[in-house]
C-alpha cells in the first residue's frame, strides 16, 4: 500500500514539474509597430504567421532614404520624396522574440535620422493571411518569415 501511495506521489510530482518547466518556456513573442526614440529607428513584425500592412509617409522637407535590416544585415530599401507616401507588407519575421524588422533612415548626404521625427505612421498593420493582404512587400523586403519557412 506505502510502495502504491509513493508511485502515485511520484506521478503527480513529475505531471506538476513538466508543467512548472512549459509553462516557463512559453514566450509571447512581440508583433507590431514602433518607433523607438532611443535609436531613431522603427521595429516591426507581425503576428505568427500571418502579415501586416502599414502606410508611412515623409512628413519633412528632405527625401529620406530607408534601409530594412533583419538581425543587422541589410534585406531592402526604398526612398521618399518629401510628402510621399509608402504603402508595404511586413511578415512575422521569425520563431525569435528578437526577430524583428528594423527600418533606419538617412537623409540625401547619408546623415541617419529619427524616423519619430520625419516619419508619420498613416495606417496601423492589422493581421491577416499573407495571401489574402492588400499590399505587396515592395523593394523593402520584409518577407523572411514568409520565404524561409
Known sequence: ????????????????????????????????????????TMKLAAQEPLCGCTTIANRSQETLRLRAEFRGSTIGSATLKPGERLRFRFD??????DDVYILQGTDA????????????????PRWQDCNDIGCTYGTLLMNLGETSR
Not at 109 to 121: P, S, T
Open 92 to 97: 512575422w519575421a521569425g520563431p525569435e522574440n
Open 1 to 40: 500500500m506505502q510502495t502504491r501511495r509513493w508511485s502515485m506521489v511520484a506521478g503527480v510530482l513529475a505531471v506538476c514539474v513538466a508543467a512548472a518547466l512549459t509553462g516557463c518556456r512559453r514566450q509571447t513573442i512581440w508583433s507590431g509597430i514602433q518607433l523607438q526614440p532611443d535609436t531613431g
Open 109 to 124: 548626404q547619408g546623415k541617419h535620422v529619427d524616423l519619430g521625427h520625419v516619419l508619420r505612421v498613416e495606417e496601423r
